[in-house]
C-alpha cells in the first residue's frame, strides 16, 4: 500500500491557525489538536488516498518557557511557567500525544535571560506612532528562539526516505529551511507536497516540490 507522512510545523501552524480558524478558540488544547489530525485526513482526500494510507502525523514543537524574567521597564519579576501560554502548551503537548498515528517531536527553546522589542512596537516607534518614553512591559518579549526543529524535520525526512517507510511526504510549513530535505526526498522518488496553509511562498520554492495544496478554510 502507498502511505503518506505528514509533518507539522508546530510554530507555524499555530501561528496560522488563529487567521484561519478565527472562530475557533485558539487556547482550546483539545480542539486543535483534533485540528491537526483532521488537516491530516483532508490531505489524503486531496490526494485521493484512504485512511488507512497515513502512515504517522509528526508535530514539531517546543516545551513552553519554564523560568522567571525580570520586565524590562517595571522590574516586576514574572514566571512564565505559570502564564496562559506555558499551560496552552503543556496542554496541547498533552492531546498530541493521545492522538492516534501521532509522534510528538520537541525541540528546545535558546534563550539569553534578555528581552527584545515585539514587532509592532518597533514598527510603532518607527511610525511615530510610540514614543520611546511611552513604551511599557507589554511592548516586550523574551529574546528565545526555537532550536533541533529544523533538524528534527530534516532527519525525519532522511529517515522516512531511506528506510522507504512512505512514498509520499505532505510538509505543513511556511519558510524555506526544508529545501535540503526535500530536494533529497525528490531525488530518491518520494512524492513531496506542501501546504502553507494559503500563505504565500516565494516562486522559486516550485522547483524545490512536487506540488502546492492547502486543505484548511482560506482566510479573508
Same mark, same amino acid.
Given at each position: 500500500?502507498?502511505?503518506?507522512?505528514?509533518?507539522?510545523?508546530?510554530?507555524?501552524?499555530?501561528?496560522?491557525?488563529?487567521?484561519?480558524?478565527?472562530?475557533?478558540?485558539?487556547?482550546?488544547?483539545?480542539?486543535?489538536?483534533?485540528?491537526?489530525?483532521?488537516?491530516?485526513?483532508?490531505?489524503?482526500?486531496?490526494?485521493?488516498?484512504?485512511?488507512?494510507?497515513?502512515?504517522?502525523?509528526?508535530?514539531?514543537? *517546543?516545551?513552553?518557557?519554564?523560568?522567571?524574567?525580570?520586565?524590562?521597564?517595571?522590574?516586576?519579576?514574572?514566571?512564565?511557567?505559570?502564564?496562559?501560554?506555558?499551560? @496552552?502548551?503543556?496542554?496541547?503537548?498533552?492531546?498530541?500525544?493521545?492522538?492516534?498515528?501521532?509522534?510528538?517531536?520537541?525541540?528546545?527553546?535558546?534563550?539569553?535571560?534578555?528581552?527584545?522589542?515585539?514587532?509592532?512596537?518597533?514598527?510603532?516607534?518607527?511610525? =511615530?506612532?510610540?514614543?520611546?518614553?511611552?513604551?511599557?512591559?507589554?511592548?516586550?518579549?523574551?529574546?528565545?528562539?526555537?532550536?533541533?526543529?529544523?533538524?528534527?524535520?530534516?532527519?525525519?525526512?532522511?529517515?522516512?526516505?531511506?528506510?522507504?517507510?512512505?512514498?509520499?511526504?505532505?510538509?505543513?510549513?511556511?519558510?524555506?529551511?526544508?529545501?535540503?530535505?526535500?530536494?533529497?526526498?525528490?531525488?530518491? =522518488?518520494?512524492? @513531496?507536497?506542501?501546504?502553507?496553509?494559503?500563505?504565500?511562498?516565494?516562486?522559486?520554492?516550485?522547483?524545490?516540490?512536487?506540488?502546492?495544496?492547502?486543505? *484548511?478554510?482560506?482566510?479573508?
Amino acid at each position: 500500500m502507498n502511505r503518506t507522512a505528514i509533518l507539522v510545523d508546530g510554530a507555524f501552524f499555530l501561528a496560522r491557525y488563529r487567521k484561519v480558524w478565527g472562530d475557533r478558540d485558539a487556547n482550546d488544547a483539545r480542539t486543535v489538536a483534533k485540528t491537526v489530525f483532521g488537516m491530516a485526513l483532508e490531505h489524503l482526500k486531496a490526494v485521493d488516498r484512504p485512511r488507512e494510507a497515513l502512515y504517522r502525523i509528526f508535530f514539531y514543537d *517546543c516545551p513552553p518557557l519554564e523560568k522567571s524574567f525580570t520586565k524590562p521597564i517595571s522590574g516586576e519579576s514574572i514566571d512564565f511557567s505559570r502564564t496562559g501560554s506555558a499551560a @496552552f502548551r503543556r496542554d496541547l503537548h498533552d492531546q498530541l500525544r493521545r492522538q492516534r498515528k501521532m509522534a510528538l517531536r520537541l525541540g528546545r527553546l535558546a534563550e539569553r535571560g534578555e528581552w527584545q522589542l515585539k514587532r509592532h512596537a518597533y514598527q510603532q516607534l518607527r511610525d =511615530g506612532a510610540l514614543m520611546w518614553d511611552e513604551l511599557g512591559d507589554e511592548h516586550f518579549e523574551p529574546d528565545m528562539r526555537q532550536t533541533q526543529v529544523d533538524m528534527k524535520i530534516g532527519i525525519d525526512i532522511a529517515a522516512l526516505t531511506y528506510k522507504k517507510l512512505v512514498d509520499q511526504i505532505i510538509l505543513i510549513a511556511g519558510d524555506a529551511d526544508f529545501i535540503p530535505a526535500a530536494k533529497l526526498a525528490r531525488y530518491e =522518488g518520494i512524492d @513531496f507536497i506542501l501546504d502553507p496553509m494559503w500563505q504565500g511562498i516565494a516562486p522559486d520554492l516550485h522547483e524545490h516540490i512536487d506540488g502546492l495544496q492547502s486543505v *484548511c478554510p482560506r482566510p479573508f
